[in-house]
């Protein structure tokens, strides 16, 4: 099964920047979607941006306009470019990858934004 290996994230005052990064283990697993997903405290988990095989891409209507998503598709690599973050985007952040019948989750790193 593919594994995602999550790096960034951390701790950052009210109007900076971080950036994900996710890596899948597996080269040769079909990727038809893969994406960001977060979980605040005390919160269901949601999904924050995602991209498609095809190219597209689609956000939660909260961070339009300061995440960027993007993807490395040679080196099956996902990036979350996050800009402009508040406090309410304070978050344990999930890699997520689905293809082939199969997905599967990273680990989680935590962003936390400082008011």
């Known amino acids: 099964q593919v594994q995602l290996v999550e790096s960034g994230g951390g701790l950052v005052e009210a109007g900076g920047s971080l950036r994900l990064s996710c890596a899948a283990s597996?080269?040769?697993?079909?990727?038809?979607?893969i994406g960001w997903y977060r979980q605040g405290s005390g919160k269901q988990r949601e999904l924050v941006a995602i991209?498609?095989?095809?190219?597209?891409?689609h956000y939660t209507e909260s961070v339009k306009g300061r995440f960027t998503i993007s993807r490395d598709s040679a080196k099956n690599t996902v990036s979350l470019q996050m800009n402009s973050l508040k406090p309410e985007d304070t978050a344990v952040y999930y890699c997520?990858?689905?293809?082939?019948?199969?997905?599967?989750w990273g680990q989680g790193t935590q962003v936390t934004v400082s008011p």
């Open positions: 997520y990858v689905a293809g082939g019948g199969d997905q599967a």
């Open positions: 991209i498609y095989s095809s190219g597209l891409t």
């Open positions: 597996e080269s040769t697993f079909r990727i038809n979607a």
